[in-house]
C-alpha cells in the first residue's frame, strides 16, 4: 500500500516513532517551563507598570517602563534594612540547619542503635503537623524565654521546623556513600568525629548544597512565623517589609511587584550559582542504593 496516499494529509505521521516522542517530550518541557515561571515573569512586567494601567488591564505590556516604581520601593520601606534582616535570619537558621541535620541524618545512617528507626521516623511525622497547628504552643513556649520578637526565636524556630526535610535528604544520601570510606579513615587513625567532618561531609557536598538551597528558598519567602513572632518593624524581614503596599482601602500593586521582584534576585542567584551540586544531590537522594 502507498503510505503517501494514506498519510498524505498528515505528514507527521510518517516520522519515525523516536521523533515523535523527542517532539512530545520538548513540548511538555516547554509548557512547564511557560507555566512556571509565566507568574514571574508577570510580576516582572506588573513591576514596570502604573497602578492605573494595572486595573484597567492587568495582563497588558507596559507602553511605557516605569523605573520609579523601584525606586519607590526603597523610599516607601526600609527595603536594605529588611534585607539584612533577612539574610541575617536565614544564613544563621541555614547554618544550624545544615550543621543538626548532617551529623544527625549521619547518625541514622551509620549507626545501628535501639529505636533508631522509631526516632526517625518520629521526626518524619513532624511533616504532617500543619505549622498554623503550632502558633499558639510556640507563643506561650518563646514567650517565657524572652524570645519573642527577637531574631534569635526566629532563627529557632526556623531550624525546628526545617530540620525534618534536610534530615530525609541527608539520610538518603549518606546511606549511599560506599563504607569502605569510613573504615579506610578509622585504619588511619581517625574516629567517628574526624570520620565525619573530614570524610563524610566534603563527600556530602551535593547534598548539603541541596538542602542549603531547599531551606534558603522556604525560609526566604517564609511570612507566617515571621509575622506572629516578629512585631518591631526594625527587626522585619522581606515578607513582612512588601506588606507597606497593601492598604485598608487600596493597594500599591505595581509597587509590591518590584518589591517581589527585587526580593527575588537573591534566590534565583543563589540557584545559579549551586544549580549543578543542588541538581547531584536531588538525584542522589532520590535513588537509594
Same mark, same amino acid.
Given at each position: 500500500?502507498?503510505?503517501?496516499?494514506v498519510? =498524505?494529509?498528515r505528514?507527521?505521521?510518517?516520522?519515525?516513532?523516536?521523533?515523535?516522542?523527542?517532539?512530545?517530550?520538548?513540548?511538555?518541557?516547554?509548557?512547564?517551563?511557560?507555566?512556571?515561571?509565566?507568574?514571574?515573569?508577570?510580576?516582572v512586567?506588573?513591576?514596570?507598570?502604573?497602578?492605573?494601567a494595572?486595573?484597567q488591564?492587568?495582563f497588558?505590556?507596559?507602553?511605557v517602563?516605569q523605573w520609579s516604581?523601584y525606586?519607590?520601593?526603597?523610599? #516607601?520601606?526600609?527595603?536594605p534594612m529588611?534585607?539584612?534582616?533577612?539574610?541575617?535570619?536565614?544564613?544563621?537558621a541555614?547554618?544550624?540547619?545544615?550543621?543538626?541535620?548532617?551529623?544527625?541524618?549521619?547518625?541514622?545512617?551509620?549507626?545501628? %542503635?535501639? %529505636?533508631?528507626?522509631?526516632i526517625f /521516623?518520629?521526626f518524619m511525622a513532624?511533616?504532617m503537623?500543619?505549622?498554623?497547628?503550632?502558633l499558639?504552643?510556640?507563643?506561650?513556649?518563646?514567650?517565657p524565654? &524572652?524570645?519573642?520578637?527577637?531574631?534569635?526565636?526566629?532563627?529557632?524556630?526556623?531550624?525546628?521546623?526545617?530540620?525534618?526535610?534536610s534530615?530525609y535528604?541527608? #539520610?538518603?544520601?549518606?546511606?549511599q556513600?560506599?563504607?569502605?570510606?569510613?573504615?579506610?579513615?578509622k585504619?588511619?587513625?581517625?574516629?567517628?568525629?574526624?570520620? %565525619? /567532618?573530614?570524610?563524610?561531609?566534603p563527600?556530602? #557536598?551535593?547534598a548539603?548544597?541541596?538542602v =542549603?538551597?531547599?531551606n534558603?528558598?522556604?525560609?526566604?519567602?517564609?511570612?507566617?512565623?515571621?509575622?506572629?513572632?516578629?512585631?518591631?518593624d526594625?527587626l #522585619?524581614?522581606?515578607?513582612l &517589609?512588601?506588606?507597606?503596599?497593601? &492598604? @485598608?482601602?487600596? @493597594?500599591?500593586?505595581?509597587?509590591?511587584?518590584?518589591?517581589?521582584?527585587?526580593?527575588?534576585?537573591?534566590v534565583?542567584?543563589?540557584?545559579?550559582?549551586?544549580?549543578?551540586?543542588?541538581?547531584?544531590?536531588?538525584?542522589?537522594?532520590?535513588?537509594?542504593?
Amino acid at each position: 500500500m502507498n503510505t503517501n496516499s494514506v498519510f =498524505g494529509d498528515r505528514p507527521w505521521m510518517q516520522l519515525p516513532w523516536w521523533v515523535v516522542r523527542t517532539l512530545l517530550v520538548a513540548a511538555l518541557l516547554i509548557g512547564y517551563t511557560l507555566f512556571t515561571l509565566g507568574p514571574l515573569l508577570w510580576v516582572v512586567v506588573l513591576s514596570f507598570r502604573n497602578n492605573t494601567a494595572i486595573y484597567q488591564n492587568p495582563f497588558a505590556l507596559p507602553s511605557v517602563l516605569q523605573w520609579s516604581n523601584y525606586l519607590e520601593v526603597f523610599h #516607601r520601606t526600609n527595603l536594605p534594612m529588611y534585607f539584612v534582616n533577612s539574610m541575617i535570619v536565614v544564613i544563621i537558621a541555614l547554618i544550624g540547619i545544615v550543621i543538626f541535620a548532617s551529623m544527625a541524618a549521619y547518625a541514622f545512617a551509620r549507626f545501628s %542503635f535501639r %529505636f533508631s528507626n522509631t526516632i526517625f /521516623w518520629a521526626f518524619m511525622a513532624t511533616l504532617m503537623v500543619p505549622h498554623q497547628v503550632v502558633l499558639v504552643p510556640l507563643f506561650k513556649t518563646l514567650g517565657p524565654l &524572652g524570645l519573642l520578637n527577637t531574631r534569635q526565636g526566629l532563627i529557632a524556630v526556623y531550624i525546628a521546623f526545617s530540620l525534618p526535610i534536610s534530615l530525609y535528604i541527608l #539520610r538518603a544520601f549518606f546511606q549511599q556513600i560506599p563504607g569502605e570510606l569510613a573504615e579506610a579513615a578509622k585504619i588511619d587513625g581517625a574516629d567517628d568525629w574526624k570520620t %565525619f /567532618w573530614r570524610v563524610m561531609f566534603p563527600v556530602a #557536598r551535593p547534598a548539603v548544597a541541596t538542602v =542549603g538551597v531547599f531551606n534558603f528558598i522556604l525560609l526566604w519567602n517564609e511570612f507566617l512565623f515571621a509575622l506572629v513572632f516578629i512585631r518591631d518593624d526594625m527587626l #522585619r524581614t522581606l515578607p513582612l &517589609g512588601q506588606m507597606h503596599f497593601m &492598604g @485598608e482601602y487600596a @493597594e500599591d500593586i505595581a509597587g509590591m511587584a518590584a518589591a517581589v521582584t527585587l526580593a527575588t534576585l537573591p534566590v534565583i542567584l543563589l540557584y545559579v550559582v549551586l544549580a549543578e551540586q543542588f541538581q547531584r544531590g536531588m538525584a542522589a537522594g532520590a535513588v537509594k542504593g
